[in-house]
């Protein structure tokens, strides 16, 4: 089994900076794509901002050149740099891997082109 655990998540004013960490926990041996979704109550899972084993990124046009997405491979981390935080940047954070590889021993195995979701942690952004 791989799981995903969120820290970096809290209430910060205006103009403020937070860093989420997503760290991917198993028998892993790659991660395709990780990334950050963010949802508000009532609306749609929307993404935030992506990076591949390449190092490609894509980010949501409301986040350009505020946040920055980076990984650890060698610790199966994604980090998410946010800056110039606004209150429309209020959501629950989603960390999402894809194309995981690894192997579940409870099952005993191996993971194939695997996804999976973390459980959220919230960010609020006061005016």
């Given at each position: 089994?791989?799981?995903?655990?969120?820290?970096?998540?809290?209430?910060?004013?205006?103009?403020?900076?937070l860093?989420?960490?997503?760290?991917?926990?198993?028998?892993?041996f790659?991660?395709?794509?990780m990334?950050?979704?963010?949802?508000?109550?009532?609306?749609?899972?929307?993404?935030?901002?992506?990076?591949?084993?390449?190092?490609s990124?894509?980010?949501?046009?409301?986040?350009?050149?505020?946040?920055?997405?980076?990984?650890?491979?060698?610790?199966?981390?994604?980090?998410?740099?946010?800056?110039?935080?606004?209150p429309?940047?209020?959501?629950?954070?989603?960390?999402?891997?894809?194309?995981?590889?690894?192997?579940?021993?409870?099952?005993?195995?191996?993971?194939?082109?695997?996804?999976?979701?973390?459980?959220?942690t919230?960010?609020?952004?006061s005016?």
């Open positions: 089994q791989v799981q995903l655990v969120e820290s970096g998540g809290g209430l910060v004013q205006l103009g403020g900076s860093q989420l960490s997503c760290a991917a926990s198993g028998t892993i790659s991660i395709s794509v990334g950050w979704y963010r949802q508000d109550p009532g609306k749609k899972r929307e993404l935030v901002a992506s990076i591949t084993m390449g190092d990124r894509v980010y949501s046009d409301s986040v350009k050149g505020r946040f920055t997405i980076s990984r650890d491979s060698a610790k199966n981390t994604v980090y998410l740099q946010m800056n110039s935080l606004k429309e940047d209020t959501a629950v954070y989603y960390c999402r891997v894809e194309d995981v590889r690894g192997y579940d021993h409870d099952n005993d195995e191996y993971l194939y082109g695997k996804n999976y979701w973390g459980k959220g919230l960010v609020t952004v005016s």
